[in-house]
């Protein structure tokens, strides 16, 4: 399938900059082992630069220095690994339940020299409790609702879920807000990220966690 990709396009030197040469390898690893194995589908190669990388570099913005993100649901690593070449100065965790794409993922790790970043196969829920992080990134993985059910628990209190969303970010916002609401979420809105000429303009659902609502104690009956 890498005869299919296609270099990238000009806009793609000003976004990624001295990154792009990494960015052209894991463009190949897309073309080629990820479409191989069904984690992209054939027609995906020729458009790997508008579609998938370019348009993941916007959210890039929304994270601060130093920060750890987990890229929940990472698939074929979009936007995680995309952030994680971008940004050498931030964690970067891939979080994927599926043995294939976990393993897939770790291969790009590798095979980029991705010091930042770490491959976890687990499920949300099954993280829990067990690590808590800056940021949670999402993809094409869900439903906000059922998204901010699995991430917000993994945000420590002010994190937020930034969630790639496309024309109808703000319909399924407004869908969501009950859900947010019992999820003891501070804010939520649409923010909108990059730029059209440059091919990164993207809508984002931001989400920031709040503390959870501890249970109320039981009163014992009386007798």
């Not at 296609?6 to 479409?35: D, N, Q």
């Not at 294939?100 to 976890?120: I, K, M, S, W």
Request: with cysteine; hydrophobic share 45%.
């Amino acid at each position: 399938m890498t005869d299919l990709l296609v270099g990238p396009p000009a806009a793609a030197h000003e976004v990624f900059g001295s990154a792009l040469p990494r960015l052209e390898a894991y463009a190949a690893l897309l073309a080629g082992p990820a479409t191989e194995r069904g984690l992209l589908g054939p027609r995906e190669a020729p458009r790997l630069w508008d579609r998938h990388l370019l348009n993941c570099a916007g959210l890039s913005s929304l994270v601060e220095d130093g920060q750890v993100v987990l890229d929940l649901g990472s698939g074929a690593g979009l936007p995680g690994i995309v952030l994680a070449l971008q940004r050498p100065d931030v964690q970067v965790v891939l979080v994927e339940s599926l043995q294939r794409r976990a393993q897939f993922l770790t291969e790009c790790v590798e095979a980029l020299g991705l010091r930042n970043t770490l491959v976890r196969r687990a499920r949300a829920e099954e993280l829990h409790g067990k690590l808590e992080v800056d940021v949670v990134t999402a993809r094409a993985v869900a439903p906000v609702d059922r998204l901010a059910a699995w991430s917000l628990p993994l945000l420590h209190p002010g994190g937020r879920l930034l969630a790639l969303k496309g024309e109808q970010a703000a319909a399924e916002l407004e869908v969501a807000r009950p859900a947010l609401a019992r999820l003891a979420a501070v804010s939520s809105s649409v923010v909108e990220v990059g730029s059209t000429e440059l091919g990164t303009h993207a809508r984002i659902v931001v989400v920031e966690a709040g503390r959870p609502q501890s249970k109320a104690p039981q009163r014992k009956a009386r007798r």
